[in-house]
């Protein structure tokens, strides 16, 4: 299976990161959506578990959530649909999701199951690094990488334990707010990936609020390894949910002008 | 984090990265102040001469004949805004003034806890923003015009259940993206460390007061103590002073709605299970997978998934007692009640009402029993009324 450390050691760009979450608009086309973000380059993918009440999330991956819920997504049923990307092509995937989901799976289990899947990391929403103990062991005992989040307001000493506590990559939250499509990049990110580069060798990838290749070119001059695209994708799919077949094409052309654009 | 915040298995602070520094700051702040001198001098004036501290303890002559033991009454109806919310404000309202914030923000369901936000709001000339579940602004429309009034934005939280739960979300993602200058003031004793520690602290005058209040009044320690329990915060704040005196019993009254049995309530204590939302540790209710399931109940301040997870804590090393009652029982005991007294229990605190009248003929004549009125029945009168036949 792929790893990220091959992944981040063979590309000559930042990794590509696209965001989906499984099972919208509806399981079956959802995985052709993820296909044609690997068809247009993604390097790694990202991939939500859909949740209830998603408090780091904005309007955007909210309503993906709902309707990934609606269509019947269950947390048995985003295991098989990991699977079959696997099946499709072996790109890293990387869980987001919320902690509740994992706890009712049982923490042990989850990892190995999602492991055994095809899954790399699983970063958790609301889990920070001081209830590490919860899910570091059994998550690397199932051999899967660890990520977590530091934001603009992490203090240096912080950054340097959660660092300390990635095996996967530190997924940097370009600034204070949830997630969501914005039109300029924050002027806090360049100050962050510079401080993380200077403490850690971790690969630093950056997501929310990252919306257009010009984000992603900015955020690779600043040294970036890899760009998160969330919210910005997600909204192909509520934009053309009454035509499913386009969603497909209009993601593998977003995905290659990204990928035109960093390489 | 100076604390865990834990108790036993529960609470702690399950939040994105970006909340921790804000919850770090609040809880350097709590333990900088909450005994300071100033600090408190200074919350005592406020709790005496704007609240309106020390309540009564009332004796209900009536209602303790109909139901045949004695019912002591502690006032908190009495207090300005109408409810206990305002002593949990005052406090941490004062604590923001301290850290120096100029923005206040709060989640609210009953509209009471967002009334008292924004009322401290006007009264420290902090800028206040309220979100409030879309259903919430509809079936408490009076305390949506008082928050207003006060000068407050009340922000109507569409999407969701639309109820307190949502509101909380709303106002989570609200803070994420303001932690600098904003200061969220929580309105129960749960989320994330460290607030149950800070809403328990600042809501214990309630026990403290109704405790002395017994030795004076009755010369001896109540057997039971009750309060309804949403998130927990009046309830804790009366508990906290009888925790330790092992005789008294200690009973919480979550909302069965239309029947625990229906699965429509919001009674985590007595039907749902451990898990994590909103940053903490708690018995929650939620499908197998753990998908939070929608509540009913007929009083918004009650309409939560979650409980406090001192709460959850009491209830496991079996310290205190949780029980559920249905609308319907809510209901008559509102009207029952106000005939008895001319006293108008918020649906909230009507909970426990109904559970001591429930208890009718079943306790010995010299029972001795203290109910915490958390709040007056005035915003409730239109939801009374539409639901009487
Ligand atoms: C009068 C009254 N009592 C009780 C509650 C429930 O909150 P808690 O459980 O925190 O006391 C509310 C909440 O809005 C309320 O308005």
Redesign the pocket.
């Given at each position: 299976m792929r790893t990220y450390k091959e992944t981040f050691a063979q590309l000559n760009h930042p990794a590509l990161i696209p965001f989906f979450v499984i099972g919208d608009p509806d399981f079956d086309t959802s995985l052709e959506i993820v296909k044609a973000a690997i068809d247009g380059g993604a390097d790694i993918l990202e991939l939500g578990i859909a949740f209830s009440d998603p408090i780091a999330d904005g309007p955007t991956i909210q309503k993906a959530d709902i309707r990934a819920l609606n269509a019947g997504i269950t947390v048995e049923k985003a295991k098989d649909f990991i699977a079959k990307v696997k099946a499709y092509k072996d790109i890293p995937i990387g869980l987001l999701m919320y902690y509740n989901l994992i706890f009712q799976y049982g923490a042990e289990k989850f990892f190995a199951d999602f492991a055994k899947a095809g899954t790399n990391s699983v970063l958790i929403a609301d889990l920070s690094i001081d209830d590490v103990d919860e899910i570091y062991t059994p998550a690397r005992k199932a051999g899967l990488d660890t990520v977590f989040m530091v934001t603009p307001n992490t203090e240096t000493e912080r950054a340097k334990k959660i660092a300390e506590k990635c095996t996967g990559f530190i997924y940097t939250v370009s600034l204070l707010g949830v997630t969501g499509g914005r039109d300029t990049l924050s002027d806090m990110i360049k100050p962050l990936i510079s401080k993380l580069k200077s403490i850690t060798d971790v690969p630093v990838c950056v997501g929310f609020g990252v919306s257009k290749p010009e984000h992603a070119v900015e955020l690779a001059k600043a040294g970036a390894d890899g760009v998160i695209i969330g919210s910005r994708i997600v909204k192909i799919i509520e934009d053309n949910l009454n035509n499913k077949v386009l969603i497909a094409k209009e993601v593998t052309k977003f995905i290659k002008e990204f990928k035109t654009a960093l390489s | 984090m100076k604390n865990s915040g834990r108790f036993g298995q529960f609470g702690g602070f399950y939040v994105p990265e970006v909340l921790i520094p804000a919850l770090e700051e609040m809880e350097n702040a709590f333990y900088k102040f909450y005994k300071d001198e100033k600090f408190t001098s200074e919350l005592d004036v406020l709790y005496k001469d704007y609240a309106g501290r020390p309540t009564p303890l009332y004796y209900a002559t009536r209602f303790s004949e109909l139901v045949g033991f004695k019912v002591y009454i502690k006032r908190e109806d009495l207090l300005h805004g109408g409810?206990?919310?305002v002593n949990n404000c005052l406090g941490q309202g004062l604590l923001a003034k301290y850290m120096g914030k100029t923005k206040l923000i709060a989640e609210?369901?009953?509209g009471?806890?967002g009334l008292a936000t924004s009322m401290i709001g006007a009264l420290f000339g902090m800028q206040t923003k309220i979100f409030m579940g879309a259903i919430d602004v509809d079936r408490q429309s009076v305390n949506v015009h008082k928050m207003r009034l006060c000068g407050a934005e009340v922000i109507s939280v569409k999407g969701g259940t639309e109820t307190l739960k949502d509101a909380i979300n709303e106002a989570l993602r609200y803070w994420t993206a303001n932690v600098a200058d904003t200061f969220y003031l929580f309105?129960?004793?749960c989320g994330p460390h460290p607030y149950p520690v800070i809403v328990k602290h600042f809501q214990s005058c309630i026990g403290i007061e109704a405790r002395r209040q017994c030795l004076e009044k009755i010369g001896k320690l109540p057997d039971i103590v009750t309060a309804?329990?949403?998130?927990?915060?009046?309830?804790i704040g009366i508990f906290s002073a009888f925790v330790q005196d092992k005789n008294v019993k200690l009973v919480g009254v979550e909302p069965a709605g239309k029947g625990i049995e229906t699965g429509k309530h919001a009674a985590p204590l007595n039907a749902g299970k451990v898990g994590i939302l909103h940053g903490t540790k708690m018995y929650l209710m939620q499908n197998k997978e753990g998908q939070i399931l929608d509540t009913e109940s007929i009083s918004?301040?009650?309409d939560y998934p979650g409980v406090g997870p001192e709460h959850c804590y009491l209830k496991d090393i079996n310290r205190a007692q949780y029980v559920a009652v249905k609308d319907e029982d809510v209901l008559n005991i509102f009207d029952i009640f106000t005939k008895c007294e001319g006293i108008l229990p918020?649906l909230?605190?009507s909970h426990s009402l109904a559970w001591v009248y429930s208890q009718k003929g079943k306790l010995p004549v010299d029972t001795t029993v203290v109910v915490n009125l958390?709040?007056r029945g005035d915003k409730d009168v239109d939801i009374v009324e539409r639901n009487s036949k």
């Open positions: - | 409810a206990h919310k609210t369901g009953a009471q806890h309105g129960t004793a309804c329990v949403g998130g927990g915060s009046n309830a918004a301040g009650l918020a909230e605190s958390s709040g």
